[in-house]
């Protein structure tokens, strides 16, 4: 664990020894005539206001671009955007569910963009507001990835408390697909009462399809003193479909079998059994500096007689500068078939400090 938090300043640290106070946006009579010559982004804003430079990624409603006349990359939102024009290859997502590489070309209309599907060779005229996600097909390992480090302490003199709350989380987006990984771990001991701990992984993999639909496939992990689970491993396959996506929010269903390898404390030999799983997942993020994420999955067996399982988590963000931010966070796992002499149910709720690589 102090390797992945001394990793995790090391990023931040490189991140902000490259900040300057530079100004990033710059009236049209005052663009630089060699960053004309060395760029191939322009953002022209509500404003008037034009941002050249080279655009790293559009995602949940923020624009981010590199420019040449300033170390730091800068952010804005996408609704604040007029015209857009590139000549680049991007990966270009719409809220239809279209998904293709395309390049972007600015309108005669305000607030929209042509888009040139470089592999159909058409030409189509779109509105700003139906692009949900821009991404350029060359861009290198690091500029794909994102990551994100949370903690939390508690300690207390009554009953000599120490717990520590570890949150660790990575992502990656290809061109037709993204992955992520996760680490939670609570760890808590006090004074007279059994120690506590609780450790979820996560490793999830989901292939875009047309139409906004899309394959999840993962393989989760969770290890529990509450509900006596030593380890329990669940292995998901499924097909799912975004019911809505756009730069305000995404609402995600999906549904498929799950196959579930537990082994409970004290008990020498493993449950297994197969499962259907049901899950939702529902992510609003134009909400200013906070951003809040629901997921609920619901296990009914294939194979133990009317035992039912449900996992869900609640995730509210506050951003902060720098790339820092506040986590507040609930997680319910309910289990209406547990190991005789277990809990049911488990909760956790967390508030947790954190910094991103964005």
């Given at each position: 664990?102090?390797?992945?938090?001394?990793?995790?300043?090391?990023?931040?640290?490189?991140?902000?020894?490259?900040?300057?106070?530079?100004?990033?946006?710059?009236?049209?009579?005052?663009?630089?005539?060699?960053?004309?010559?060395?760029?191939?982004?322009?953002?022209?804003?509500?404003?008037?206001?034009?941002?050249?430079?080279?655009?790293?990624?559009?995602?949940?409603?923020v624009l981010q671009i590199e420019t040449d006349y300033s170390k730091d990359d800068f952010k804005l939102e996408w609704k604040e955007l007029k015209y857009i024009s590139s000549k680049k290859v991007h990966i270009i997502s719409l809220n239809s569910g279209v998904l293709l590489n395309g390049i972007l070309s600015k309108s005669k209309t305000p607030n929209k963009c042509q888009i040139t599907n470089v592999d159909s060779k058409t030409k189509f005229e779109v509105k700003l507001s139906e692009i949900v996600y821009i991404k350029p097909v060359n861009d290198s390992f690091w500029d794909r990835l994102d990551a994100s480090f949370d903690a939390g302490i508690k300690l207390t003199k009554a009953q000599n408390l120490q717990q520590l709350t570890v949150n660790v989380n990575l992502g990656y987006t290809a061109k037709r697909w993204y992955g992520t990984a996760t680490y939670?771990?609570?760890?808590?001991?006090?004074?007279?009462?059994?120690?506590?701990?609780?450790?979820?992984?996560?490793?999830?993999?989901?292939?875009?399809?047309?139409?906004?639909?899309?394959?999840?496939?993962?393989?989760?992990?969770?290890?529990?003193?509450?509900?006596?689970?030593?380890?329990?491993?669940?292995?998901?396959?499924?097909?799912?479909?975004?019911?809505?996506?756009?730069?305000?929010?995404?609402?995600?269903?999906?549904?498929?079998?799950?196959?579930?390898?537990?082994?409970?404390?004290?008990?020498?030999?493993?449950?297994?059994?197969?499962?259907l799983f049901l899950g939702t997942d529902l992510n609003l993020y134009d909400i200013g500096d906070f951003s809040i994420q629901s997921k609920v999955t619901v296990f009914p067996s294939l194979t133990e007689n009317k035992r039912v399982r449900t996992d869900f988590n609640l995730d509210t963000k506050y951003d902060l500068p720098l790339d820092f931010f506040i986590k507040l966070s609930f997680v319910y796992n309910y289990d209406n078939k547990p190991k005789e002499g277990a809990a049911k149910d488990d909760y956790v709720f967390q508030t947790t400090f954190g910094w991103k690589l964005d």
């Open positions: 664990m102090n390797k992945i938090s001394l990793l995790f300043f090391i990023l931040f640290f490189l991140k902000i020894s490259a900040q300057t106070p530079d100004s990033l946006a710059l009236k049209n009579n005052q663009i630089p005539k060699a960053v004309y010559e060395h760029t191939t982004d322009t953002l022209v804003l509500k404003n008037d206001d034009v941002i050249i430079g080279e655009i790293k990624i559009m995602n949940k409603g939670k771990q609570i760890q808590s001991v006090q004074d007279d009462s059994d120690p506590i701990r609780r450790i979820d992984t996560d490793l999830s993999y989901i292939h875009l399809l047309p139409r906004d639909y899309f394959i999840p496939l993962s393989i989760t992990t969770l290890s529990n003193t509450e509900q006596d689970i030593d380890l329990r491993i669940i292995s998901k396959a499924g097909y799912g479909k975004y019911l809505m996506h756009s730069n305000k929010k995404y609402w995600g269903v999906a549904a498929g079998l799950s196959f579930n390898h537990e082994r409970y404390i004290d008990t020498n030999e493993p449950n297994k059994s197969l499962e």
